[in-house]
């Protein structure tokens, strides 16, 4: 059973930081491309950072400059170090992994629970 499990969400004044975090368990063959996403209330759920197995980063233009993308390979988690934190940034943020479970198969993706950023004074 393959789960992302984040960590890292919270309450944060404008200007400040958060880094998120997300660690994917479970038995797997290799993980492609991660990323955030992110939900605001009445939005739908939209791209706010990626990165290739190869290691590339891919952001939204509204946070290029103040999120940074990571991955480690070796302990299967990519994190999102967010800055200058905007009220804008408020959602709920989501994990996304492209796994494959064997060397023959297509990536699956999974998603995790979702952890809340709040940019409130």
């Known amino acids: 059973q393959v789960q992302l499990v984040e960590s890292g969400g919270g309450l944060v004044q404008p200007g400040g930081s958060l880094r998120l975090s997300c660690a994917v368990s479970g038995i797997i063959f290799s993980i492609n491309a991660m990323g955030w996403y992110r939900q605001a209330p009445g939005k739908e759920r939209e791209l706010v950072a990626t990165?290739?197995?190869?290691?590339?980063?891919n952001y939204q233009d509204a946070v290029k400059g103040r999120f940074n993308i990571s991955r480690d390979y070796a302990k299967k988690t990519v994190s999102l170090q967010m800055n200058s934190l905007k009220p804008e940034d408020t959602a709920v943020y989501y994990c996304?992994?492209?796994?494959?479970?064997?060397?023959?198969?297509?990536?699956?993706?999974?998603w995790g629970q979702g952890t809340q950023v709040t940019v409130s004074s």
């Open positions: 996304n992994a492209l796994i494959k479970h064997n060397s023959w198969s297509s990536t699956t993706a999974y």
């Open positions: 990165i290739t197995g190869g290691g590339s980063p």
